[in-house]
């Protein structure tokens, strides 16, 4: 049974820097990524990086955000830097799957105080 267990949000004031983990199991090596989704509005896509370690970012976050990964512990991380209000969300550790649905953590909150 695949499980993503996010951990490391909640709240930091605006400029303020927070470190998400999402720990893997009962699955090897993928590309793993971030998602978030904030009140009353569509889940977005954040970050993503591959099993081989090539990242990509969205451009509401590129220059701040850092996504890593740890393949002897199966963790992905997503360091938020200089984060902003409208940073606040919940984020979603997700591993795409190419022919069937997307595993999903069940989010953690960031809440970012101007």
């Known amino acids: 049974q695949v499980q993503l267990v996010e951990s490391g949000g909640g709240l930091v004031q605006a400029g303020g820097s927070l470190r998400l983990s999402c720990a893997a199991s009962?699955?090897?090596?993928?590309?793993m990524g971030w998602y978030r989704q904030a009140p009353g509005k569509q889940r977005e896509w954040v970050a993503v990086?591959?099993?081989?370690?090539?990242?990509n970012y969205a451009d509401s976050v590129k220059g701040r955000f850092t996504i890593s990964r740890d393949n002897a512990k199966n963790t992905v991380y997503l360091q938020m830097n200089s984060l902003k209000p409208e940073d606040t969300s919940t984020y979603y550790c997700?591993?795409?799957?190419?022919?069937?649905?997307?595993?999903w953590g069940k989010g953690i909150l960031v809440i970012v105080s101007s």
């Open positions: 997700n591993i795409p799957v190419a022919y069937g649905p997307d595993y």
């Open positions: 990086i591959t099993s081989g370690g090539s990242t």
């Open positions: 009962g699955i090897g090596l993928n590309a």
